[in-house]
């Protein structure tokens, strides 16, 4: 086995989810295939990640799914987006409305901010410190 390739996360809608992720995340649309039973199969990832993980948009088809849209790490960060510019990053995606929930940090690993996706999930911003020799 040589990655992970997809990470499910429960929406609950699958355009507005698109809009966050492609528009204030600056990730790409991969896929967006009609299933032809009222589903869609929808994958989104960060630009320029071709061999990274995505994200596959699934939208809550029931009650227990809906209730999970946002609580899906029970309030811890779940999400790690690693960044080349943390700096212009950030000020990127506060331009576009994401909701960070500190002032960015600067610890031993890395700069980094969390913030609050559309649903309330939680994500580290992060650019990891070079590696020491």
């Known amino acids: 086995m040589s990655h992970i390739a997809l990470v499910t996360l429960v929406v609950r809608d699958h355009d507005e989810a698109v809009a966050f992720y492609r528009d204030a995340l600056g990730f790409e649309l991969v896929e967006d295939t009609d299933r032809g039973d009222g589903s869609r199969w929808v994958v989104v990832r960060p630009r320029g990640a071709a061999d990274g993980t995505g994200l596959l948009l699934a939208r809550a088809k029931d009650g227990a799914q809906e209730a999970s849209v946002g609580a899906q790490t029970g309030g811890r960060v779940g999400f790690f987006l690693h960044t ?18 500190e002032e960015p940090r600067h610890e031993t690993y890395g700069s980094v901010a969390v913030f609050e996706d559309l649903y309330g999930n939680r994500w580290d911003l992060l650019q990891p410190a070079p590696a020491r020799s």
């Open 84 to 101: 080349e510019d943390f700096t212009a990053d950030h000020a990127r995606m506060s331009a576009a409305g994401v909701r960070f929930l």
